[in-house]
């Protein structure tokens, strides 16, 4: 029974690098994506594309949007934009206007009278009023702030030449000029959460979410799901890419495709974003209780390694509650397998890092270039000294084992141990540190701290610590609002 | 049977069995290992062939730049993941031979 025990207690531990093995094998098989062939079925088409911007208070962004939008190499004839105007109370209106008569017969200003329903309610009266036509063969559904690159629509438009694809959504990348330190860590986490995990869905052939700010969706594809948007969720997208893919239809990401975005450049801001994001994550893993691992006509949604991506991701914060408990009742019942337990997750943790971290600098060198300081520090600085002591760790007790002793690092005295003790408890009190640096950050007196406490407790760990806030608010049963993200418009120097 | 008996057999047994099953796994597995080679390499220039001779209407010779600058791209990933890959094991290695 103790042997059992000792077992279980090390998987908890080594469940703790659960959320970097998935990341890992998304990488490899995202280095492998050329082999499920995803220009195979591609061709030079254009189809009429509406395009929808739901668009509440956004004067200061849209002028640049719609132009760049105009400017697509993209047939003109071929290409109208609607923007759905949520009873904006700033210029909005007017812009339109004046948009709406420099484009004459492309830029339709839709006007809401009532608004405040959320983003999904103003993009479905974009709907109903193109869907009215026959027109449109596709519809492209972005925000306000998007700047597309002139060639994203066409490398986007191509995959809808196999009759198969409903839907195709590409690269996000994050805009905002100049950035500072958050928009970078976002920078480089969308180059993981993206371009790589993106990639490997496509070898997968299955799609979690059509990128909320460009997904292209056509017209049959979406005609079958009943020609709108969930409403009553707070991850629209998600669950147009579900069902989609339930209504037999594939969804396609392609890499190739860019567009720029301005994110959240607080925590306040990127808490907000990412608590509707989680909480719409939890509503989809409920909502579709039925598809998980089920084979049928769910496409791939229903497979194992499809369900081994979403749910490393969903129960992130459970893994690291876990592997704080195994190393912490190791420590109490068993201080050497501790010891080793500890050593093995973090030589684990360290070289799947490695391996993320490196594949992708290589996979977006241009967004590397501006963001490689916040990849490397990405799980904090803490944690990068645990990892460090996981990668170096025999090296150091083979050659330094007295000098570890000397310095209080190592030996039989109270420190070595208050030392693991703490290190076992850090993987679940970063993220309690994460939500304080937050707190701090709300608190709004020592603007000056709030980034360095970051790069020491970690991005990494505060997406954990949203993640599970969010969860919270859901078992609550908290009242779902959509917290819009501020734009500036300074976004996309580099586009 | 006795005690003594059976486990005389079941060493006979063992000094045999296992390493003839062990190379025929071997060779199995390198067969398999060889077949998988073969059938991502046909998988990687078969998709290169199948997007060069595309039914497009060649509109705009851009966008067959574009097709063609995408494929070399998502072709390169496979020697970036090998190249990363392979510095992660040299330190394992390393790891290994230095503790």
């Known amino acids: ?495 | 049977v006795s005690p003594g008996d059976t486990g005389l057999r079941w060493s006979e047994g063992m000094s045999k069995e296992p390493r003839r099953g062990g190379s025929s796994i071997s060779r199995k597995l390198a067969m398999v290992f060889f077949l998988a080679l073969l059938v991502g390499a046909g998988k990687l220039f078969g998709g290169a062939r199948a997007a060069r001779v595309l039914p497009s209407t060649r509109a705009d010779p851009s966008w067959s730049r574009d097709l063609e600058k995408d494929r070399r791209f998502e072709r390169s990933l496979i020697w970036r993941t090998v190249a990363v890959l392979l510095f992660v094991a040299a330190l394992t290695v390393a790891r290994q031979l230095l503790s």
């Open chain 1, 1 to 495: 029974v103790i042997e059992v025990v000792h077992i279980v207690l090390v998987a908890m531990v080594l469940s703790g690098a659960t959320v970097l093995i998935v990341g890992c094998i998304q990488f490899a098989l995202a280095g492998l994506h050329v082999l499920s062939r995803p220009y195979a079925k591609v061709a030079e088409i254009y189809p009429a594309v509406a395009v929808i911007i739901p668009a509440w208070n956004e004067a200061a962004v849209l002028e640049r949007t719609i132009d760049r939008m105009m400017g697509l190499a993209y047939p003109r004839e071929k290409l109208r934009v609607y923007i759905v105007d949520d009873a904006s109370t700033d210029g909005t209106p007017q812009l339109l206007a004046r948009k709406a008569t420099e484009y004459p017969g492309a830029v339709f200003h839709l006007r809401r009278d009532k608004g405040g329903e959320g983003k999904a309610h103003t993009i479905n009266h974009g709907l109903r009023t193109i869907l009215s036509e026959p027109w449109a063969e596709a519809i492209l559904v972005t925000d306000a702030d998007v700047i597309f690159t002139p060639t994203a629509l066409r490398r986007m438009s191509r995959h809808l030449a196999d009759p198969r694809v409903g839907a195709v959504t590409c690269y996000i990348k994050e805009g905002s000029r100049p950035g500072n330190f958050m928009n970078r860590f976002i920078g480089f986490e969308y180059i993981t959460a993206q371009a790589a995990a993106r990639r490997a869905q496509n070898v997968l052939d299955v799609q979690a979410c059509l990128a909320g700010g460009a997904q292209l969706l056509a017209r049959g594809a979406l005609e079958e799901i009943g020609g709108v948007i969930d409403t009553t969720s707070l991850a629209e997208d998600t669950f147009t890419t579900f069902n989609v893919q339930l209504a037999g239809y594939r969804v396609k990401f392609d890499g190739n495709a860019v567009v720029w975005a301005e994110e959240p450049r607080t925590i306040v801001g990127l808490w907000k974003q990412r608590q509707r994001w989680s909480r719409g994550n939890f509503q989809v893993t409920l909502r579709y209780r039925h598809v998980w691992l089920r084979r049928g006509n769910q496409g791939h949604l229903g497979s194992l390694g499809f369900a081994a991506l979403w749910f490393s991701i969903v129960f992130m914060p459970i893994f690291m509650a876990m592997a704080t408990t195994g190393l912490v009742t190791l420590f109490f019942i068993d201080r050497p397998l501790a010891i080793e337990s500890f050593k093995a997750l973090w030589a684990l943790t360290g070289f799947t890092y490695l391996f993320v971290t490196f594949s992708s600098f290589l996979l977006d060198t241009e967004m590397a270039r501006r963001t490689w300081f916040q990849g490397l520090m990405f799980p904090g600085l803490i944690n990068l000294v645990l990892i460090t002591a996981g990668l170096l760790g025999p090296i150091l007790t083979t050659h330094f084992a007295g000098q570890l002793e000397t310095v209080g690092f190592a030996g039989p005295g109270l420190a070595p141990k208050l030392i693991l003790l703490a290190a076992d408890l850090w993987l679940t009190a970063s993220m309690l540190a994460a939500w304080g640096v937050k707190k701090l950050e709300e608190w709004g007196r020592m603007p000056w701290l709030v980034a360095p406490l970051i790069y020491v407790v970690g991005y990494g760990p505060l997406l954990c610590s949203i993640t599970v806030a969010a969860y919270i608010q859901e078992l609550r049963g908290a009242e779902m609002r959509w917290d819009k993200t501020e734009k500036t418009g300074q976004v996309g120097e580099f586009a």
